[in-house]
């Protein structure tokens, strides 16, 4: 498949720059003519299928190309010609691109940065990280709505704020109040209809149970305070109702934004090769081998499965470390004793336990459930014993040392099994399609560069991948452990 596609790629960029890139010496010319390289980069990202994986290879493509062009001052060594085509191999077969954020770095440092909330109930100093399922703190203060209450009479600066659980530095009064009873008991109340003027005095004659009174006082609507007194003091309590105001807009429920920022720092993986001048010829001879070629394969291969382990690895201690046991299940792939449905017939029990994993990776992350499970091929013999088992994946692309694809319950799963993952464990993560929502984060800055190194009178080889990682929300992990 390789090698017609290369085929093409290198007949469609001959045909628009008029360089064949396949022929030595030729490769600078495409990298520094920007129609003729887009073509070759296309050309190589055609058959990839997935457009977020074509668009990550483009950005890689060009950071390859720009790192060739660096470090080759004069001309391009026979090997760096292998490199863009290497990279197109292995890059599909990275398990870990289909289960994290991969975020393409352009320099060998950069920093991402993400929008954290804090909210603050009304009236209170506690802040909770968003999102929030409890307390409720949106709910605010009954402001705005009318508030009616009693209060002795006679009084001095009486705060009718208070009574609604505030203070004069958060609101005020409306000028709505008005006093709508009078009592000479405390209990029975007689209906009136007392309004101050706008300034806020007020002053009324009133019938308690016979007795004549005279109400009068003030209220202090920016305080949120009133004065009243009788003159007789027949009457003991009056009866009102007010507003209070919102327009200060202090004691809302607040939320405080941080920019998070995370820094990632592109890290080396390189691999040698060493062989003889007699051995290449001989394998060409005989048996028409490019040695060259089939060393850049494997060590391209191992480079691959060593990034993926390296992730792999840390998503699990990720959820060992950070996550409580919510974030762990288990389930045996022998039937208890007494079960008599046979083994296939248990195996469709595995959907409880990843169900209750995908769910708490929603409660906790408050974004989305989990949506991937990454496993080894003997584990995956498990899901495939299920009823909603569909195998997606192709073996001319993912293949061996590679993965393969498939989903479960109705596409809610995608399944990625690959024989660096452990035996005995089930990875469930949360695959966000945006970057804000990353859970972790590969970010690849030259993915595959090749050198002639070390330099001798040994033909060697060495392959360099350079790339950064970074965990942003544990979580987002959960494991399932599989027993016998």
Same mark, same amino acid.
Request: include cysteine.
């Given at each position: 498949m390789l090698k017609e596609l290369l085929t093409e790629v290198y007949a469609t960029t001959k045909k628009i720059s008029g360089v064949d890139p396949s022929k030595p010496g030729n490769l600078k010319a495409v990298l520094v003519d920007d129609a003729a390289f887009a073509a070759y980069a296309e050309g190589l990202a055609e058959s990839i299928e997935n457009k977020a994986d074509r668009?990550?290879?483009?950005?890689?493509?060009?950071?390859?190309?720009? @790192?060739?062009?660096?470090?080759?001052?004069?001309?391009? @060594?026979?090997?760096e010609t292998l490199t863009l085509p290497i990279l197109r191999v292995f890059y599909p077969k990275l398990v870990a691109k289909e289960a994290v954020t991969v975020s393409p770095m352009d320099k060998p440092e950069t920093i991402k940065a993400f929008i954290t909330a804090k909210f603050s109930p009304s009236n209170s100093s506690s802040q909770? @990280?968003?999102?929030?399922?409890?307390?409720?703190?949106?709910?605010?203060?009954?402001?705005?709505?009318?508030?009616?209450?009693?209060?002795?009479?006679?009084?001095?600066?009486?705060?009718?704020?208070?009574?609604?659980?505030?203070?004069?530095?958060?609101?005020?009064?409306?000028? #709505?109040?008005?006093?709508?009873?009078?009592?000479?008991?405390?209990?029975?109340?007689? #209906?009136?209809?007392?309004?101050?003027?706008?300034?806020?005095?007020?002053?009324?004659?009133?019938?308690?149970?016979?007795?004549?009174?005279?109400?009068?006082?003030?209220?202090?609507?920016?305080?949120?305070?009133?004065?009243?007194?009788?003159?007789?003091?027949?009457?003991?309590?009056?009866?009102?109702?007010?507003?209070?105001?919102?327009?200060?807009?202090?004691?809302?429920?607040?939320?405080?934004?941080?920019?998070?920022?995370?820094?990632?720092?592109?890290?080396?993986?390189?691999?040698?090769?060493?062989?003889?001048?007699?051995?290449?010829?001989?394998?060409?001879?005989?048996?028409?081998?490019?040695?060259?070629?089939?060393?850049? @394969?494997?060590?391209?291969?191992?480079?691959?499965?060593?990034?993926?382990?390296?992730?792999?690895?840390?998503?699990?201690?990720?959820?060992?470390?950070?996550?409580d046991a919510t974030h762990t299940r288990s389930f045996t792939r022998t039937p208890p004793v007494g079960y008599t449905w046979g083994t296939k017939y248990w195996h469709e029990n595995i959907v409880v336990p990843l169900n209750e994993l995908s769910g708490q990776i929603y409660t906790d992350t408050n974004i989305e459930a989990g949506n991937t499970i990454l496993c080894n091929p003997l584990d995956a013999a498990i899901l495939e014993d299920l009823q909603t088992f569909n195998y997606t994946g192709t073996s001319s692309v993912d293949g061996d040392l590679g993965y393969r694809s498939a989903t479960v319950a109705g596409g809610k799963w995608k399944v990625l099994t690959s024989a660096v993952v452990n035996q005995g464990t089930m990875l469930m993560v949360y695959k966000p399609v945006e970057e804000l929502k990353a859970i972790y984060f590969y970010s690849p800055y030259v993915p595959a560069v090749l050198h002639p190194y070390p330099l001798g009178y040994t033909p060697s080889l060495t392959i360099l991948s350079r790339y950064a990682t970074a965990l942003v929300r544990s979580g987002g992990i959960a494991t399932l452990s599989i027993g016998a």
């Open positions: 668009a990550a290879f483009m950005t890689l493509a060009e950071n390859t190309r720009i @790192n060739l062009l660096e470090n080759s001052m004069f001309q391009i @060594n026979p090997y909770y @990280n968003a999102p929030v399922l409890t307390p409720d703190v949106s709910q605010g203060v009954a402001v705005g709505t009318p508030v009616t209450a009693t209060m002795p009479c006679p009084s001095s600066a009486y705060d009718v704020l208070a009574v609604a659980g505030i203070t004069s530095t958060e609101a005020h009064l409306e000028r #709505d109040f008005e006093i709508t009873g009078v009592s000479a008991d405390g209990t029975a109340f007689t #209906d009136v209809a007392i309004v101050p003027a706008v300034e806020g005095h007020f002053s009324s004659s009133v019938d308690v149970g016979g007795s004549a009174d005279v109400i009068s006082g003030k209220v202090d609507y920016l305080n949120g305070t009133v004065d009243v007194s009788s003159t007789t003091g027949t009457v003991v309590a009056v009866r009102y109702s007010v507003t209070t105001s919102l327009e200060e807009n202090r004691i809302n429920p607040r939320v405080t934004l941080n920019v998070d920022k995370i820094r990632l720092y592109a890290r080396d993986r390189q691999i040698s090769a060493n062989w003889t001048i007699n051995m290449e010829q001989d394998m060409r001879a005989l048996f028409d081998i490019s040695i060259q070629a089939e060393i850049v @394969n494997i060590l391209g291969q191992q480079v691959a499965l060593d990034i993926d382990r390296e992730i792999i690895s840390a998503l699990i201690t990720a959820n060992t470390r950070l996550n």
